[in-house]
């Protein structure tokens, strides 16, 4: 599996990554110990998690259980340098995570320790902030974005202050390295700019949705990514599961995403059918698979870190892991750019 540089770390990640979302809830334990696995066998080493994890339901009783599934395997085998493991620092707006207390340099330290603790290790190779404080466009919100309410002055304080109390982890060697989620290419610039004035750890990639169904970061995001050497970490690669064709024609499949999370997060529309119709075409067109040729695709792009993609069941996750023999011909992506200018963000 090709390996590609996390920032300018020195650390590599493969271009797949096994996002663990839903190890607790529908993935259980054992079959998420199986995942990690498989995928180490296949030289995918890098695991991405969070404190708030697993989802589908988000909730207080499993809160951090995905951490803990893959601390149970962590200490079963004892593989700790075999792997890369990102977590994130949640951020406001859970009752049950630090009363809604958004990220500080006061809730640092106890979120790392917290982590730390699940996970079962001493140290996290890439701390993420799961969402800015000062709100963002991610998650569809960007119909109604207004940064118009932002206080520019407490923006900036808030990045140093937090800058340094992840200066102070990772001189303490419990992180690594230091990432963002859900970020806008201003955000990203000024955690660039006042790491470089020396306030902190230098940013290593920003974790964004990122799929042929949601093109956001082929605008600012992209040119920052390849210029400032931050690389994409796309989640939602396969845009939930409605790239694999299985939601086609108001199908549900039991044990699926959109069975138990109405609308996937805003992602059902009407425009949304039609445009995987069009992605589904181009797939049989060329004779891919639908999945191999969404993930390929992310491997084509620039600005490209890593791919997250999870896996409810350990037959989707060998089967995306396919994807890594696929290599898409100059006429596919033509095909395909030519789908996004017909159906653009329709989302």
């Known amino acids: 599996m090709k390996m590609n540089p996390l920032g300018r770390t020195g650390i590599l990640v493969p271009e797949l990554c096994l996002g663990t979302m839903t190890f607790g809830t529908q993935t259980p334990e054992a079959e998420g110990h199986e995942q990690i696995d498989i995928s180490l066998d296949a030289g995918l080493n890098f695991l991405d998690t969070a404190e708030m994890y697993p989802v589908n339901p988000i909730s207080a009783e499993t809160q951090g259980d995905s951490e803990r599934v893959v601390g149970t395997w962590l200490a079963k085998t004892g593989r700790r340098d075999d792997v890369i493991v990102a ?52 998650f569809r919100q960007n119909w109604t974005f207004d ?102 024609s108001g199908a549900v499949p039991d044990g699926s995403r959109l069975s138990v999370s109405d609308g996937l997060g805003g992602r059902v529309t009407n425009r949304v059918f039609p445009a995987v119709d069009a992605y589904l075409e181009i797939a049989r067109k060329h004779g891919l698979d639908p999945v191999h040729m969404a993930l390929a695709w992310c491997r084509t792009r620039p600005f490209m870190a890593s791919a997250i993609f999870g ?37």
């Not at 955690?191 to 949601?214: D, K, M, T």
């Open 87 to 138: 977590t994130k620092h949640s951020g406001n707006g859970w009752d049950h995570i630090r009363n809604k207390a958004g990220i500080s340099a006061a809730s640092i330290p106890e979120a790392i320790d917290g982590s730390l603790e699940r996970l079962q290790t001493d140290y996290i190779d890439l701390y993420q902030f799961h969402w800015p404080n000062r709100g963002s466009y991610m």
């Open 147 to 248: 940064p118009s309410k932002q206080n520019r002055v407490e923006t900036l304080d808030h990045m140093i202050e937090t800058l340094e109390a992840l200066q102070a982890a990772v001189d303490a060697g419990k992180i690594r390295a230091f990432g963002l989620s859900n970020e806008s290419a201003w955000g990203t610039s000024e955690w660039l700019r006042l790491s470089e004035s020396g306030h902190g750890p230098r940013v290593a990639s920003i974790q964004n949705e990122y799929s042929l169904l949601c093109r956001l970061y082929d605008t600012d995001l992209a040119e920052l990514s390849v210029n400032e050497d931050v690389g994409l970490l796309a989640f939602s690669p396969l845009a939930t599961g409605l790239l694999t064709g299985k939601y086609q």
């Open 311 to 347: 896996a409810t069941r350990t037959v989707q996750l060998k089967h995306a892991l396919g994807s890594v023999d696929v290599t898409l011909s100059e006429e596919a992506l033509d095909d395909l750019n030519e789908a996004h200018r017909q159906h653009p963000q329709v989302y």
